[in-house]
């Protein structure tokens, strides 16, 4: 998709209710930024912001949409923000995101993710206004065979752990939903999406590569490696972004000819083992070195994953448009630019700009 082609698609945002469920975890808050600078009246709804540095604080977002605190496993609190807002638009992002906690809360991961995207089905269901929702899932949605090739999204789904199980069943609900209640609708469209590990400014998560690293350098300590030779889709936030804003504007404009599922992975080149990540990480700081950690038993992780995204590239026209030296250099100059006293939200715009223009 060239430049024009983005522009012209995403313009349909422009004065549009979009709802995002989220927005003040790693992705929502980067999408809530760019929506808004599309022209989006948008309204957040989530659980709070965990810390004071999250990327939500830092942009001070409750200024630049209307957040809506609240559990998605309250079905009446969510129905009263779809009922008020009457989105046109919905993203819905919310979600326990993280593997290895999902061992330690089966639970909650389980309401959140499965339980709780019911709800927002449900709300779909129920909210006339809608005409294009995106409901993310994960790459961990699809049994994972461990082989070479990329999963197409007709492939078989599964998961070992909580995490995966759990996206893995959300995915099943939605085909239930979009079978039984939304293929007859007129003028919805409705899509799940599947990406894989993102990286860029402003994610703080605890076990994840890129809070962990910088973290580490800004400590001057070494980058501790738990399996460096875990091989991983690495994609900035804003590639999968752009296929979900795409999508989106596609599914509104014809909602029968886009609804269904759809891979946003990087290109081959990018599906890199965590030691060249931490490497060029180190590199683009300009200091600070990596080292193994000794190996302890951990919970089961599953090691290759690749997404095989011809039907977005082919139906869609989206591309990733950063190659990973590009999509870790940016992401560290994030880090570097708020640590040396940038306005996290000049920095997050600026990105989103030149993604806009790559
Ligand atoms: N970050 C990645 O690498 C990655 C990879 C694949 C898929 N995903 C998926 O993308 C989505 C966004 O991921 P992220 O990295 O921004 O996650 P995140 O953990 O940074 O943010 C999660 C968001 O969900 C909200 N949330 C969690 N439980 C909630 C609840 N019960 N009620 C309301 N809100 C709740 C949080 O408040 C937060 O806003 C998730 O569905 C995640 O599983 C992320």
């Known amino acids: 998709m060239d430049r024009m082609v983005m522009h012209q698609r995403l313009s349909i945002f422009k004065g549009k209710r979009v709802l995002v469920t989220g927005d003040?975890?790693?992705?929502?808050?980067?999408?809530?930024?760019?929506?808004?600078?599309?022209?989006?009246?948008?309204?957040?709804?989530?659980?709070?912001?965990?810390r004071d540095n999250d990327h939500f604080n830092l942009l001070q977002l409750d200024q630049v949409i209307r957040h809506i605190e609240g559990d998605i496993r309250d079905l009446p609190a969510l129905r009263s923000a779809f009922e008020q807002f009457q989105p046109e638009f919905l993203f819905h992002l919310a979600a326990q995101s993280l593997v290895r906690y999902s061992y330690e809360e089966p639970k909650l991961t389980f309401d959140t993710n499965v339980a709780g995207s019911v709800n927002v089905l449900e709300c779909v269901r129920t909210t006339p206004s809608l005409r294009a929702a995106i409901y993310v899932t994960s790459d961990k949605c699809y049994r994972n065979k461990e082989w070479l090739w990329g999963y197409r999204e007709n492939d078989e789904l599964g998961g070992r752990d909580p995490y995966s199980?759990?996206?893995?069943?959300?995915?099943?609900?939605?085909?239930?939903?979009?079978?039984?209640?939304?293929?007859?609708?007129?003028?919805?469209?409705?899509?799940?999406?599947?990406?894989?590990?993102?990286?860029?400014?402003?994610?703080?998560?605890?076990?994840?590569?890129?809070?962990?690293?910088?973290?580490?350098?800004?400590?001057?300590?070494?980058?501790?490696?738990?399996?460096?030779?875990?091989?991983?889709?690495?994609?900035?936030?804003?590639?999968?972004?752009?296929?979900?804003?795409?999508?989106?504007?596609?599914?509104?404009?014809?909602?029968?000819?886009?609804?269904?599922?759809?891979?946003?992975?990087?290109?081959?080149?990018?599906i890199r083992t965590v030691?060249?990540?931490?490497?060029?990480?180190?590199?683009c700081w300009g200091d600070g070195k990596v080292e193994i950690a000794q190996q302890q038993p951990t919970p089961h992780e599953a090691r290759l994953l690749q997404l095989n995204c011809d039907k977005a590239i082919q139906v869609l026209g989206w591309a990733p448009r950063w190659d990973f030296d590009r999509t870790v250099d940016i992401t560290v100059q994030w880090y570097r630019d708020v640590t040396n006293g940038m306005a996290a939200r000049q920095v997050t715009s600026r990105q989103i700009e030149q993604y806009m223009e790559s």
Do not use: M
């Open 24 to 50: 003040t975890g790693f992705k929502g808050s980067w999408l809530c930024v760019w929506l808004r600078q599309l022209g989006a009246d948008v309204v957040g709804f989530a659980l709070p912001p965990k």
């Open 165 to 270: 199980a759990s996206k893995a069943a959300a995915e099943l609900i939605f085909s239930a939903y979009a079978d039984s209640y939304f293929a007859q609708r007129q003028g919805l469209g409705i899509a799940s999406v599947r990406a894989g590990n993102v990286i860029g400014g402003g994610d703080w998560a605890a076990d994840r590569i890129v809070p962990d690293s910088i973290k580490s350098l800004q400590q001057r300590q070494p980058i501790l490696l738990r399996n460096p030779l875990s091989t991983r889709p690495w994609q900035h936030v804003l590639e999968p972004l752009s296929g979900y804003l795409s999508l989106a504007s596609k599914l509104y404009a014809d909602p029968r000819g886009y609804s269904g599922s759809w891979n946003f992975g990087p290109r081959v080149e990018s």
């Open 275 to 283: 030691r060249d990540l931490a490497q060029r990480i180190v590199e």
